[in-house]
T-cell receptor, first 113, second 116 residues
Framework: KQEVTQIPAALSVPEGENLVLNCSFTDSAIYNLQWFRQDPGKGLTSLLLIQSSQREQTSGRLNASLDKSSGRSTLYIAASQPGDSATYLCAVGSNFGNEKLTFGTGTRLTIIP | NAGVTQTPKFQVLKTGQSMTLQCAQDMNHEYMSWYRQDPGMGLRLIHYSVGAGITDQGEVPNGYNVSRSTTEDFPLRLLSAAPSQTSVYFC????FGSGAIGEKLFFGSGTQLSVL
C-alpha cells in the first residue's frame, strides 16, 4: 500500500526567503506525482505534475523535483510572498488494483510579511 | 468557464437523513471523482467515474452511492447519514484517467457536511 508523508505539518518563513517543502512515498512504482495548493475553505489547485520519467518541473517561482529511487519529492518556492501562504499537498499516482492518487496530509505554509 | 461546481457549500444533517451533493463540470471531462478530506488524513477517494454510465468504488465507498447519467454531472448520495460521514467533500475531474496516469485534477470548492 502506498503511503505519502509530508513533514513538517506546518512551516513559517519570512517573506522573501526561498523554501523547500518535502514529500516522501513508500513505493517507487509510481506513474507521477502532483503538487497541489489548498487555500482555507477552498478546493485544491494543481500546481505541478511530474511524470515518473521526469526529474523536475518548473512553473514561475515553483520548482518540483522527483527522485523515485529514494521515494522523495521537493517543492521549491523562490522569493516567497505572503500570497504563497496556503496548505501544500502532494499526491502520488500509482496502480494498486486501480489507478489511484494517494495524498499526503499537507504542509501548512505561512509567509510572514 | 466555471470549471467544477459543487453545491451546497455547507450542509447540516441529522443522523439517518438522506441528501445528495451535486457536482457539475463544464470542461467536457471524462473522469470525475469524489473525495473526502478529514483532519490529519489525506484525501480519500469515495467513488469515481471514467465516463457517462460507468462508475466504480474507491477507497471508502460504504454509505455512499453515485451515478453518471451525463458527462457533466456526478452526484454523490448519502442514503442514511451517520456522524462518521462528517467531513469536507470534494469533487474533482480530469480530461481522462484518474489523475494517476498523467492528467491534472481539477477540484471543486468543496462541501462541508456535518451529521449530528
Amino acid at each position: 500500500k502506498q503511503e505519502v508523508t509530508q513533514i513538517p505539518a506546518a512551516l513559517s518563513v519570512p517573506e522573501g526567503e526561498n523554501l523547500v517543502l518535502n514529500c516522501s512515498f513508500t513505493d517507487s512504482a509510481i506513474y507521477n506525482l502532483q503538487w497541489f495548493r489548498q487555500d482555507p475553505g477552498k478546493g485544491l489547485t494543481s500546481l505541478l505534475l511530474i511524470q515518473s520519467s521526469q526529474r523536475e518541473q518548473t512553473s514561475g517561482r515553483l520548482n518540483a523535483s522527483l527522485d523515485k529511487s529514494s521515494g522523495r519529492s521537493t517543492l521549491y518556492i523562490a522569493a516567497s510572498q505572503p500570497g504563497d501562504s496556503a496548505t501544500y499537498l502532494c499526491a502520488v499516482g500509482s496502480n494498486f488494483g486501480n489507478e489511484k492518487l494517494t495524498f499526503g496530509t499537507g504542509t501548512r505554509l505561512t509567509i510572514i510579511p | 468557464n466555471a470549471g467544477v461546481t459543487q453545491t451546497p457549500k455547507f450542509q447540516v444533517l441529522k443522523t439517518g437523513q438522506s441528501m445528495t451533493l451535486q457536482c457539475a463540470q463544464d470542461m467536457n471531462h471524462e473522469y470525475m471523482s469524489w473525495y473526502r478530506q478529514d483532519p490529519g488524513m489525506g484525501l480519500r477517494l469515495i467513488h469515481y467515474s471514467v465516463g457517462a454510465g460507468i462508475t466504480d468504488q474507491g477507497e471508502v465507498p460504504n454509505g455512499y452511492n453515485v451515478s453518471r447519467s451525463t458527462t457533466e454531472d456526478f452526484p454523490l448520495r448519502l442514503l442514511s447519514a451517520a456522524p462518521s460521514q462528517t467531513s469536507v467533500y470534494f469533487c474533482a475531474s480530469s480530461p481522462f484517467g484518474s489523475g494517476a496516469i498523467g492528467e491534472k485534477l481539477f477540484f471543486g470548492s468543496g462541501t462541508q457536511l456535518s451529521v449530528l
